[in-house]
């Protein structure tokens, strides 16, 4: 119910964050492409094959440390359908891997066709031969802009299968401000689109106090997610921006509640490229990114102990 | 540049409209259902088949007198990768016939991963065995809540690549208003939306006037679509809502300029479950997709010419 899976791992692992899985080509390092385009003549099955052994080995990496993973839809799409194959196993294999799976496709649409989301990522596909699920995941990114009509589709699929959704509320890059800084009488559209999320949320509340419908908000507005946490007391985050993208451990705190639940923090590019950062060879990628989850894991945990 | 290719294509075939291509199973006529499941073991497979099936001989009775299909990609990622596989087919068939594909994937993200989506659906994807196109659709439905750090790498796309994009404004549903409608400052939301898409497209204006940052507006609220039509200028609609949700042709008029283009109508399950509303035998699905395109067609053109 709600965020209850996410957060139980969290709490055993002692760890609110999360790996996104955002795989270039460019990311992986090159014996393993060479074994790859050696192996398979079309260029994206190449490529799609070369993803899922970066993935499965970063997995193996750090499964029993990190709570969850985050995939990035579009990475995958880029290289065809071959790559939303290889999104499939990345899935399959981290859930394998007891990993909380959260898709970053930021889907949207209405009615029948939501619900064609709702199905494709956390539900079960009808078919002539039976029921079977699409991609499984646990968690999705939508969002909100169509309003309830391409909600309610998500939370069917929630409740029945104790599934979560992440709005996009506050997001973390430069124009956000655009469309969700200006005001709406005496709120910002953002705020606004949070209100909807704890009214969307209202019935799938947990044990935590968190329903199943998050919010996504960036650690590169600290004072807007410390003002959305106060404001969303029902509504877990998913904070997207640390590291690569500027925010540090401090600006991720005010995510986080009085007992330090309530957002978990994603890091994608630091991650999947600690290696290159850290200078490493690269056959010790999967190393280097367990060293940087680490390395961010308790940057984070340090942050939230000490405020 | 900007709309022309497609605006070319409905002035040639006189049919300002696109045939939505959603295939759920259930549309599917049962004998071709047969036929793939007793091919098939994989229920994913045998589904993602008979979608494509059903496609293909749809194109083949549409494709000289329609200008464009608008497959939505909710439907095929709910029959999993092999179901995107068959989107890929349905594309490439499609441009094979000299149809313009206007995927319906309303996707959004930022930056990097922005650029990705811009890369799988409209571009070419970079390879260690060279370039390939992953989807290579003609256009993109996308949402623009995340502002310009969203839209950017698609501009350079479509200057690029001859491709245009269609965002988010005003949807056909009934709860697009709670956000959409709001007022922010002396205008509503979708207008702020409207508004940039105006600047989006300003340097991608073809010989038509229309630039390559087409709008979604639902024909479900005529007043709004006359509205934007006088106020963006340059910007091209696409029209979901014309039948199944309720939209007539008299609703949709007002999306059209003083030169009778403008806009693209959608019908999507109007077209494809065409048979199911003739009662006609199941094997004629496409000869009723094609009487009632062409039904449609002279609809609207018969309600422009009478305006």
Chains 1, 2 share one sequence.
């Not at 899922?52 to 359908?81: H, S, T």
């Not at 990345?90 to 029948?112: L, W």
Request: glycine share 10%; proline share 3%; aromatic share 8%.
């Amino acid at each position: 119910m709600g965020m209850d899976r996410l957060i139980d791992k969290i709490i055993e692992y002692k760890n609110p964050t999360v790996a996104g899985l955002d795989p270039k080509l460019a990311y992986v390092p090159e014996y393993i492409r060479k074994e790859c385009f050696a192996k398979y003549s079309d260029p994206l099955e190449a490529s799609a094959e070369a993803l899922l052994c970066f993935n499965r080995a970063l997995i193996d990496a750090l499964y029993d440390i990190v709570p969850a993973i985050k995939p990035q839809a579009a990475y995958y799409e880029m290289y065809g359908w071959q790559g939303v194959r290889a999104l499939t196993e990345t899935i399959r294999y981290a859930k394998e891997k007891g990993m909380i799976v959260m898709t970053d496709g930021k889907r949207n649409d209405i009615g029948a066709t939501m619900e064609a989301y709702a199905t494709a990522h956390l539900g079960v596909t009808a078919t002539d031969a039976g029921e079977v699920s699409a991609f499984d995941a646990d968690m999705l990114t939508v969002n909100g802009y169509l309003g309830t009509d391409g909600i309610t589709p998500l939370l069917n699929v929630c409740k029945e299968r104790d599934r979560g959704i992440f709005v996009l509320v506050k997001t973390s890059n430069r124009s956000s401000g655009e469309l969700q800084d200006k005001m709406i009488g005496s709120k910002r559209v953002y705020e606004v689109m949070g209100d909807m999320c704890e009214a969307w949320g209202a019935d799938t509340i947990g044990k935590y106090g968190y329903s199943a419908v998050g919010a996504v908000v960036g650690a590169t507005y600290p004072e807007q997610l410390t003002e959305l946490r106060e404001k969303l007391p029902h509504t877990f985050f998913l904070v997207p921006g640390y590291g690569a993208q500027g925010g540090g451990a401090k600006d991720v705190c005010g995510g986080f509640d009085k007992n330090g639940i309530g957002a978990i923090i994603n890091s994608s590019r630091g991650i999947m490229c600690a290696y290159q950062k850290e200078g490493c060879d690269e056959a010790d990628f999967a190393g280097a990114a367990r060293r940087e989850a680490i390395r961010m894991r308790d940057d984070i945990m340090n942050a939230i102990a000490s405020r």
